[in-house]
């Protein structure tokens, strides 16, 4: 699903990723640990395509695709479909009502308006929002938010969905509640996470936990506590 291979990322002189390769499955949830600064969201920037690594030989394969031969153009619309993203701070568009948030990545991709709205809703449907169809971001809880961006990350059937940080600002029941729910979309989707957590309880659920030290994986904690 995911191959990456060899992947240096530099901020001046500041050497952040240091050759990191990783391969990740289909309907694996695979969760990146490890301490603040060690280099997890600028890897997860570049496997999301959102940056690129700083070095030419490099490799990055997701479903297939060699995204190093798209171009600008081609790369949005590869995100727009096969990448759905969950942030911290879920990121939503205050001023639209939770399903027209939702269904924003739909219209982009080129669904209709009425196809779209039908998907974002049988979505928030799925998590539980049926009440919640029409509230702007701002009259939702936190959790309530969070699960309309996981909603979002959804609507174009990604092939891999990339957390950062997702339950980073929920409370402990929240956050259970979204780690769970991640757990039933792989189950019923055999839908693919990438997520860098420090929420222990969701690094041990996952699969498979890679940690990350000064710009490096390691595939067990051992070797990073070196
Ligand atoms: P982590 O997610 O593990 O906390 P990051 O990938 O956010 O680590 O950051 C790794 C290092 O790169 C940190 O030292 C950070 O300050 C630095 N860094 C990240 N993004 C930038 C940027 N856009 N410009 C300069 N330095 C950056």
Known sequence: MIIARNLHKKYGNLEVLKGVSLHIKKGEVVSIVGPSGAGKT???????T???PCNDNYELYIN???????????????RN???GFIFQFHQLLPEFTALENVAIPAYIAGMSKTEADQKALKL????GLTER????PGKLS???QQRVAVARALINEPAVIMADEPSGNLDSENAKQLHKLFFELRDRFNQTFVIVTHNEELADMSDRKLYMKDGLIYDTEKAYEL
């Open 42 to 48: 600028t890897l997860l920037q570049l496997i999301g």
């Open 50 to 52: 959102l940056d690129k």
């Open 64 to 78: 297939q695709t060699n995204l190093k031969n798209l171009s600008d153009k081609e790369l949005s619309r590869f």
């Open 81 to 83: 479909r096969q990448i």
């Open 124 to 127: 928030l449907q799925l998590l």
């Open 133 to 136: 169809i029409q509230h702007k």
């Open 142 to 144: 936190g959790g309530e």
